[in-house]
């Protein structure tokens, strides 16, 4: 079956960029010329994701005006005969189709999937965390989904990090099948370097069976109440084949503020217009 629809959760607070976060959301912070939302929107889209389901917040509406038409803005470039950017506002409303639905609580990422269960339906979906942008020449969902419909199975997308960095992430045991794609045995959230049973680390992209919500729903509850997906993804790992896939590419963890100015960095280096003239001033600096 086509994965047709992804869940991106975004009714987080935002508390590691605060005070920049009080009264706009974390994924509307611009990376160079564009929230950062978007680049996981087009990767979505690129990746043959027809509809988005926003699983949002309160303080989290300029998100979707953001992908919403602006007849007033496109109005003002028309008569300004500004018809390149007038092209790329009437692009970013016509990615994909979205549904967004409320999360009233933050009460962790797997509540905030549960949110979306009778949007999904039951059918296979992937879920992208707007936190991780991937840089790649294939769009990494597109990688995982590769996976998905050759072993017909879960898949979660998973980087090579440092092994002083694994506390860091949820890291998985892995059983390798060929190169890049592992069958998990086993996840631990945040383990210590010296008990981490590998350096693979889960990095924000799944393919996800409908069977993930009961899962949800059958999980234990944190101390601090929230519901974990990781925990729900170890009930799946016991009951049959998940698989992992490690994404070619750049993996930038914009959800700390020195992942964001990274990435912004990097992108900006890359970035047609800009990236000469920024690479001459970085190299003009007395660091």
């Given amino acids: 079956m086509k994965v047709r629809k992804a869940v991106l959760p975004v009714a987080g607070l935002g508390t590691r960029f605060l005070p920049a976060t009080k009264a706009s959301p974390k994924e509307m912070l611009p990376l160079v010329d564009k929230p950062a939302i978007q680049y996981v929107v087009e990767e979505a889209k690129l990746s043959g994701i027809e509809l988005i389901i926003m699983v949002t917040g309160r303080g989290k509406r300029s998100i979707e005006d953001h992908f919403d038409t602006a007849y007033e803005l496109e ?3 028309e008569k300004k005969g500004d018809h390149k950017l007038l092209r790329e506002m009437k692009a970013i409303s016509n ?11 933050a009460l962790g990422l797997g509540h905030a999937i549960l949110c979306a269960k009778d ?20 769009p990494a969902l597109e990688q995982v989904l ?9 898949v979660i997308a998973v980087e090579e990090v440092e092994q002083s960095e694994v506390s860091r992430y949820g890291i998985i045991r892995p059983e390798m099948i060929e190169d890049g794609v592992y069958r998990i045995l086993d996840m631990v959230e945040k383990p210590k370097p ?7 680390a889960i990095s924000g992209r799944y393919i996800l069976p409908p069977e993930i919500f009961r899962a949800i729903e059958q999980t234990i509850p944190s101390t601090l109440g929230e519901i974990q997906l990781t925990d729900a993804l ?17 993996l930038h963890d914009t959800g700390n503020k020195l992942g964001f100015l990274q990435a912004t960095v990097e992108l900006a280096l890359k970035n047609p217009e800009l990236g000469d003239e920024f690479r001459n001033y970085l190299k ?3 660091l």
Avoid: W
Wanted: charged residues 25%.
């Fill in 75 to 77: 109005g003002l470039l």
């Fill in 95 to 105: 990615l994909v189709s979205f549904c967004f639905v409320r999360q009233s609580e």
């Fill in 119 to 138: 949007v999904i339906g039951n059918e296979p979906f992937a879920v992208l965390l707007p936190d991780m942008i991937v840089d790649s020449e294939t």
């Fill in 146 to 154: 590769d996976v998905h419909y050759r072993f017909k199975g879960p």
């Fill in 194 to 200: 010296e008990e981490a049973p590998s350096n693979l």
């Fill in 234 to 250: 170890k009930s799946l790992v016991n009951k049959g084949p998940v698989y992992a896939c490690r994404v070619e590419g750049k």
């Fill in 284 to 286: 003009g600096l007395k």
